[in-house]
């Protein structure tokens, strides 16, 4: 989607302006500058630091080294100050992990805005008039829409993040299910199926026995098809499933009629529940506590976990005689004191649920074993559980 602000700014003395694109959550600048090979690195990151957005005028190759060079000035004084504390200072006290994560949200959201400040002007089919420019028109569709001839500035990263995004749309990723790997195609601003365990679980927790006399699951939450597509493939014969995003919606619908269950899966676009009642309903709400900034992170992220509460909230009146809720959900929040295991029992309690079991699968990323990861205390103790959640007699 398009951003409804103008970006302005003045060059050759004629007032210019083009439609800003914000799906990347990079933030229009107050200030623009031209900028080109002339630049060095040095002046483009302080001009970042200070807020000042940087339209790109010259090679276009030469503008991704620029990136490069102002990621490298942003990460190097970390590597300095680690280096420095390992030469025989005495070690800082370790941050508590709340503090840890929320250190790291913030170094991450300045970082973002600095290498958010180099800006490329699109014209109206999304080409670009740079010298060594790839053609994007194709990927900016798919990730934007039409450009239906408007002008537009889009940052640097957003514009790698939409070429990013439409190779994995063309190759898709495979996620394990059923024996046979289901091959995903994640559109952009949809967050891919990366970690598998949670597919996983679903593929291998017990299906109530409330199905053998009604077969159909609801879905809440559907980002890219896949535990739909899991459901499907185990045999349930109708799935309902929502999001309330439209992209996801899109996103699924593609999928799932990739993998020829397209007549098994309804779409519907809403907010958590679709109307009625199932036998199962399923939800792998975002597992992190805290603001989301930009698309993708709307699947991690969920302030005040309202997504999380709303599900347990509603999940009872939307379960049948005998039904269960699936509740797919890490407790990586616990391990960064962001949430307590009290509190999610207590919102399960008070939802008029009963826990009938849970299985829970351990996660094998590459940063659970990272440990200069500033979240590797937390994330090497990290578990992905299903809760199988009943209706309290």
Known sequence: MTGLSELHWTEKGE???????????????????????????????RLACAGTGLIWRSDFQNARQLLQAMARRIDQPKKTRAKKASAGAAPAPAPSPGAAFHA???????????????????????????????DVRQACVQAFGPAQGQRSVVSLRSLQGAVGAFEWRKNGVEVPGMGEALRIYPHYGVFS??????????????????????????????????????????????VVATDLS??????????LQRLGLQNQVTLVHTHLFPPGQAPLVVCNPPWLPARPVGLLDQAVYDEGSQMLKGFLAGLREHLCEGGEGWLILSDLAEHLGLRSREALLGWIGDAGLVVIGRLDAKPVH???????????????????SLWRLGAAG
């Open 366 to 384: 590459a940063k659970a074993q990272d440990n200069t990861d500033p979240l590797y205390a937390a994330r090497s103790a990290e578990v992905t």
């Open 246 to 255: 439209e992209r996801a919606v899109a996103c699924a619908r593609d999928n």
């Open 193 to 238: 199926p990366v970690r598998g365990e949670y597919v996983d679980l679903v593929a291998q927790a017990p299906l109530p026995q409330a199905l053998m006399a009604q077969s159909l699951a609801f879905d809440v939450g559907v980002g890219t098809g896949v535990l739909s597509a899991v459901l499907a493939r185990r045999g349930v014969k109708q």
């Open 15 to 45: 007032a210019r302006s083009a439609l800003w694109r914000m799906d990347s959550g990079a933030v229009m600048p107050k200030t623009v500058v031209l900028a080109d090979d002339t630049l060095t690195a040095d002046s483009a990151y």
């Open 104 to 134: 790291h949200r913030l170094a991450q959201s300045q970082r973002n805005r600095v290498l958010n400040s180099i800006l490329i002007e699109l014209d109206g089919d999304y080409g670009m008039a740079l010298r060594r420019a790839p």
